[in-house]
């Protein structure tokens, strides 16, 4: 995890150090009162179709994937509140007809994301022109659809399938799991393009509505007493650490990162979650830019698949590990 964290880390220090010295620009219309709201659509596509391919030649592939994000900020007086919903989501197909001789099921989808997120904070000034704010933040994520792993290929697919060679079982879906973080503390922004919020008072907790999936015993929740049944929730009382910063360059370039921090003061409080969200956004023209993004996530409680490229489906079992995600998007964005 530190290695991985410790690349993106110098990487994204970099892009910091550098916009740091020059003037970010800070919309006007943040410091007026009412509502102020913004929408993006990102689009991630990829299609080939290969009608009668020579010996060798390939077969049809279509990835269709996109990210749909919404931000809406209430100014009023002393009151500050922000919020932020956004979903990305990915799957792609390789290949056509159907999964053996006689079947009637199509070559399926693969999912290759799915994060559904929403966040809020509202923040009250201490007094007119103070930097300070009593603040509460609240953080939500979960997956937006079923998710199904093939026991020979290791690979995640959108519908569930036992056919030939394909032997599939549910591992995830809406609620299953959700993770959330509601915390108090205060918050320090002295201008409109950067803030902290510290909170010695977080509770963060995850549910798993479905039992089957929380049986899984990967995503952080205990075996209940005197049972093979895992819990289908599992809470914590910690420290938070939420910071974020924006900026535009040259007219034409967007970077903003966000990044939280969590420790559990019961459970090894050494072991920090980390939630890192970066977004480095060219525009092409007014309304429509070229979007990179890079994130990463660590769970202590949790386990991911263990990326090997050696390994039957580039999975080599289950571990501890920092979830790095990497996404080229074209994307649109309007005002309200």
Known sequence: MKKSLLFIFMNVWGIIAFTQSVNAEVQKAEDRDGWLSKGSLGLDLGQLLNINPYVGGGSNRLSLGGAIAFKANLKRGLLNWTNDFGINYSAQKIGSGTLSVGSKDKVPFEKALDILKISSNIAYKLKEGSHWAYSTDFF???????????????????????????????????????????????????????YVFLSPLALK???????????????????????????KSSSGIGALAHAGYTAKLFKKLNFGSEL?????????????DVTWLNNIGVEIFKGLSLSFKLDAYYDDNKLNNISDKNAVGGISGQGKRTNIIQQLILVYNRNF
């Open 260 to 272: 939280l921090l969590y420790s559990d003061y019961t459970d090894n409080p050494q072991n920090i």
């Open 140 to 194: 939500f994520q979960s997956q937006f659809s079923k998710s199904f792993l093939d026991s020979v290929s290791k690979k995640i697919y959108l519908q569930d399938l036992h056919n030939g060679t394909y032997n599939t079982k549910l591992v995830s879906k809406f609620l299953s799991p959700a993770n959330f973080t509601l915390a108090l503390g205060m918050k320090y922004q002295e201008q409109p393009n950067w």
């Open 205 to 231: 907790s995850i549910i798993i509505t479905d039992q089957k999936i929380a049986n899984l015993g990967v995503h952080g929740t205990k075996l209940k007493a005197n049972s093979t049944n895992y819990k």
